[in-house]
């Protein structure tokens, strides 16, 4: 049996074929560098260590619904100087993570408040935390339909298995019985035992309306703002940018004679 194909097969039932994807590089580099068999054994491992971590990177991104065009890289933190570049990079070694803390990002339309979150989530993901993005008004949809087909418990582990739980737009829609009732319960279980971060185009002393109730809308907020970091972003839109821009390159329609 030639010794190849007999490799293969044994990698197969270990679950590691994909040693085999380097194994002839590796092979020529360790007759080319004159490798032991403990370096040449190495090398293969180190391969394959890093494909599998490749391969839950991208599984941990997928599961996340994050756009993963929007990046700390491609962030413009000269667009809005007044935003604290600093505090985001050290924010994006995730120990608020870690200490379950929650992060909250306000500011008006357009200043890159998603982006900046998705990016912080993409971040989390590379260090092996699993993330979830989702709008504030998706998730009280998905939660109300579980009533009606008896899956609402499902539904809500869903939103509490994450180490990280990205709210997007709070307060950009109203909400509706029993969106108050439901967005606390996913605030009160996460409490302490997972993160969120949370985007909103409403500053936080006028979050309290939103829940409708003034004794659910304190309890809520209560877990939500303890010991949580706030960011609030001031600034141009990047979108008015874009239609300033756009207005400044169409010309203005002719006049018919």
């Known amino acids: 049996m030639e010794l190849k194909p007999q490799l293969s097969y044994q990698l197969r039932q270990l679950r590691m074929s994909g040693v085999m994807e380097t194994l002839d590089a590796r092979n020529r580099q360790a007759i080319d560098g004159q490798w032991s068999y403990m370096e040449f054994v190495s090398r293969l491992l180190e391969d394959e260590t890093e494909r599998r971590a490749q391969k839950q990177l991208s599984m941990r991104l997928r599961r996340s619904t994050l756009n993963t065009t929007k990046t700390l890289e491609g962030f413009d933190f000269q667009f809005n100087p007044n ?18 803390r929650n992060l909250l990002i306000c500011g008006p339309t357009g200043v890159g408040k998603t982006h900046l979150a998705q990016a912080l989530g993409q971040e989390a993901a590379r260090q092996g935390l699993d993330v979830l993005f989702v709008s504030v008004q998706k998730l009280l949809q998905n939660l109300n339909g579980g009533r009606a087909d008896g899956s609402w418990e499902r539904r809500m582990g869903s939103y509490l298995r994450p180490d990280l739980l990205i ?91």
Not at 84 to 100: F, G, T, V
Not at 197 to 218: G, I, M, Q, V, Y
């Open 83 to 100: 935003l604290n570049r600093q505090q985001i990079l050290q924010l994006a070694a995730c120990e608020y993570i870690q200490e379950h």
């Open 167 to 257: 709210l997007d737009d709070f307060g950009l829609k109203p909400i509706q019985p029993p969106g108050p009732e439901d967005l606390y319960d996913v605030i009160n279980e996460r409490y302490e035992r997972g993160s969120i971060l949370l985007t909103s185009n409403r500053a936080p002393n006028e979050w309290p309306d939103l829940f409708l109730d003034p004794l659910l809308a304190s309890a809520g907020l209560d877990r939500l703002l303890d010991r949580s970091e706030v960011i609030i972003i001031r600034g141009a839109s990047y979108r008015a940018k874009g239609r300033a821009r756009l207005t400044e390159e169409v010309p203005p329609p002719q006049k018919q004679p």
